[in-house]
């Protein structure tokens, strides 16, 4: 079965920092494009950025930029969301998709998606 597993979200406090990973069970993602979406309860779903298979990184949210990192080990078939400074308003639900070699433009774009990993942020 082909799926991803992201793994990584808590509850920190403002300011602070978490690594997300999503990993590939069952199929190797080292020729896809994995994006990071995230989405709060009530609001809609936010692209927070992208790596291709060539680990080139291009961000959807201004929000994120200097903040967040987007980084790739393909010998342990995982990607990594590398998130600093943490702030209340990043609190969501975090999750990864696939899709071929480049990143897409928006979440339909992308052809697999884990189940996500919970991120609370606290004043």
């Known amino acids: 079965q082909l799926r991803l597993v992201e793994t990584g979200g808590a509850l920190v406090p403002s300011g602070g920092f978490l690594r997300l990973s999503c990993r590939g069970s069952?199929?190797?993602?080292?020729?896809?494009?994995i994006a990071w979406f995230r989405q709060a309860p009530g609001q809609r779903r936010e692209g927070v950025g992208c790596?291709?298979?060539?680990?080139?990184?291009?961000f959807y949210a201004d929000s994120v930029k200097g903040r967040f990192t987007i980084s790739r080990d393909n010998a342990r078939n995982r990607v990594y969301l590398q998130m600093n400074n943490l702030q209340p308003e990043d609190t969501a639900l975090y999750s990864c998709?696939?899709?071929?070699?480049?990143?897409?433009?928006?979440?339909?774009?992308?052809?697999?998606w884990g189940e996500g990993t919970q991120v609370t942020v606290f004043t």
């Open positions: 790596i291709n298979s060539s680990r080139d990184v291009k």
């Open positions: 998709g696939a899709r071929n070699y480049v990143c897409g433009d928006k979440y339909d774009d992308y052809d697999y």
């Open positions: 069952g199929f190797s993602l080292q020729d896809d494009a």
